[in-house]
C-alpha cells in the first residue's frame, strides 16, 4: 500500500496512522528505537498514541513506507492488547493486536462506496475485538461497530475518527494531524542504526536490483 499524502498541518508529511498501546509513553521509547521507522510516543488518557515522525522509514526501498512499517510491526506483549489505525491506499485500515503469546495480528480494511474488504492474506479483524480491546467505558455494542463499517460513504479519515468516538478511544488529533495533534511537545524517537542494518541485511536479497551496478 502506498499512502497518499493528504491533510493539513503534519498529516501532510506523514500522512495518517495511530497505533495506541497500553503503558506509559516513556516505556514505548525502547520498543520505538527497535522500530525502522522515526515516531513518537505521546501519552493519552489510558494509552501510549505512537505516530509517525516522518513520512519515509530508514530502511531500504521497498521496505520504507513509513505508515506501512508502523501499520505491520508487533506490538510488545507489555503493550498489547493495541489498535492501530491508518489511511493506506486511500482505505481505512484498523489493525489490532491482542494479548496472547501467539495471538495473530488482525486486519480490517473498509473502502469509500465499497465497505469493507475481503483480504485472504490477511487474518480478519471481528467487530467484537475492537470493542473488547476498547474496553467498556464507551457503551458501544459489536452491533454498533458493524453498523459504523457497513456505512460506505465519507472518508477513510472520517469512518477512522469516527470510529475512536464511537468506541470512546482517545487521540484523533493525532490520527488526523500526526505530531501537530499532540497535546503537548513531543520529541521524536530516531531508530536504532543498528536494527536498520539488521531488517536491511535480512531483505537484501529480496530486492531484484541488489548487486547490480
Keep these: ?95 489490532v493486536q491482542p494479548r496472547g503469546w501467539r495471538a495473530e495480528q488482525r486486519w480490517l480494511v473498509w473502502e469509500p462506496g465499497r465497505g469493507v474488504r475481503r483480504t485472504p492474506d490477511l487474518a480478519p479483524l471481528p467487530a467484537g475485538l ?3 480491546v476498547a474496553g467498556p467505558g464507551s457503551g458501544a455494542t459489536t452491533a454498533d461497530v458493524v ?6 460513504s465519507g472518508t477513510p479519515l472520517t ?7 464511537l468506541v470512546g478511544l482517545p487521540g484523533a488529533d493525532l490520527l488526523r494531524h500526526g505530531p501537530a495533534g499532540a497535546p503537548g511537545p513531543v520529541e521524536g524517537i530516531e531508530p536504532d542504526a543498528r536494527a536498520v542494518r539488521a531488517f536491511d541485511a535480512l531483505h537484501h536479497d529480496e ?6 551496478p
Design 1 to 95: 500500500m502506498t499512502e497518499p499524502t493528504s491533510g493539513r498541518t503534519a498529516s501532510s508529511t506523514v500522512g495518517h496512522g495511530l497505533v495506541l498501546v497500553r503503558g506509559e509513553a516513556r516505556a514505548s521509547a525502547r520498543w520505538l528505537r527497535r522500530g525502522l521507522v522515526p515516531a513518537a510516543a505521546v501519552q493519552l488518557p489510558g494509552w501510549t498514541g505512537v505516530c509517525l515522525t516522518e513520512v519515509v522509514a530508514r530502511t531500504r526501498a521497498p521496505y520504507d513506507v513509513g505508515l506501512e512499517v508502523l501499520a505491520a510491526r508487533p506490538t510488545p506483549r507489555s503493550r498489547r492488547p493495541s489498535i492501530g489505525l491508518f489511511v493506506l491506499d486511500g482505505c481505512a485500515v484498523v489493525t
Design 130 to 132: 475492537i470493542v473488547q
Design 147 to 152: 453498523a459504523h463499517f457497513r456505512d460506505v
Design 159 to 165: 469512518r477512522l475518527t469516527g470510529l475512536l468516538h
Design 207 to 212: 530486492d531484484p536490483m541488489a548487486g547490480q
